[in-house]
């Protein structure tokens, strides 16, 4: 049993920083990938960052320049550091991580999502 643990979502206002964390606790062998996804209303789910086994991080044109993904392998936990936010940039986002349990089964898990509202 595998569970993520978001926080960090709120309101603010344009230009503004927010930082998102995710945990994932439980019984992990392995972490291979650490990501985050969001989802604005009426549209669908978009990668925004991702973290592939802490050598390689890809990001979204959107928010490149403005958005920095980062891992703590140690507490099992990923973040998202969002700087110079924008309108366009509320959503829902979400904590994906690719993960072998135990078993040496590998298994996709998803966060439960944090609300990001940017707004004046």
């Known amino acids: 049993q595998v569970q993520l643990v978001e926080s960090g979502g709120g309101l603010v206002q344009p230009g503004g920083s927010l930082r998102l964390s995710c945990a994932a606790s439980?019984?992990?062998?392995?972490?291979?990938?650490m990501g985050w996804y969001r989802q604005a209303p009426g549209k669908e789910r978009e990668l925004v960052a991702v973290d592939t086994s802490g050598y390689r991080r890809n990001y979204a044109d959107s928010v490149k320049g403005r958005f920095t993904i980062s891992r703590d392998n140690a507490k099992n936990t990923v973040y998202l550091q969002m700087n110079s936010l924008k309108p366009e940039d509320t959503a829902v986002y979400y904590c994906?991580?690719?993960?072998?349990?135990?078993?040496?089964?590998?298994?996709?898990?998803w966060g439960q999502g944090t609300q990001v509202t940017v707004s004046s």
């Open positions: 994906n991580v690719l993960l072998a349990t135990m078993d040496l089964k590998e298994y996709d898990y």
């Open positions: 439980g019984s992990i062998f392995s972490i291979n990938a």
